[in-house]
């Protein structure tokens, strides 16, 4: 599977962005998803065949830390390392541009807490925030 990673969003349409926020309440229509990579600091869309399969979200001071709040990989994409690509290529570009720490949120009931563990992250504390030093 050919995969390319894209961080501009003249190279991201809504159409691309079907088939995210699985499980949520309220899920983003793909034009809020849109939206919502355009407001990030950065953003990494991992794209096959013409069709987004992942997306990376990043919010940042610019300056020391920066804040994950958002990484969704495709069920059917799941488990073949595009979440690790997406994820090493948004801390490329933090690293590059100053910040020295990564901080996200998740929970030790779902497969995600691995999924970070296994890339470097580390739990900080109880309520399961993890970080990770550049």
Do not use: C
């Amino acid at each position: 599977m050919n995969i390319k990673y894209i961080d501009d969003i003249k190279q991201v349409t809504s159409d691309q962005l079907q088939g995210f926020f699985i499980g949520w309440k309220l899920p983003l229509t793909p034009e809020r998803h849109h939206k919502l990579l355009q407001g990030s600091t950065h953003f990494i869309v991992a794209v096959a065949e013409e069709k987004a399969i992942g997306f990376i979200t990043a919010l940042s001071d610019g300056v020391n830390s920066s804040f994950i709040p958002l990484l969704e990989v495709l069920p059917a994409f799941q488990k073949q390392g595009v979440g690790s690509g997406m994820l090493a290529e948004i801390e490329t570009y933090l690293t590059e541009n100053g910040v020295k720490n990564i901080f996200l949120h998740t929970s030790r009931s779902i497969p995600a807490y691995d999924f970070y563990l296994k890339n470097g992250y580390s739990s900080v504390d109880d309520n399961i925030y993890f970080m990770k030093l550049l």
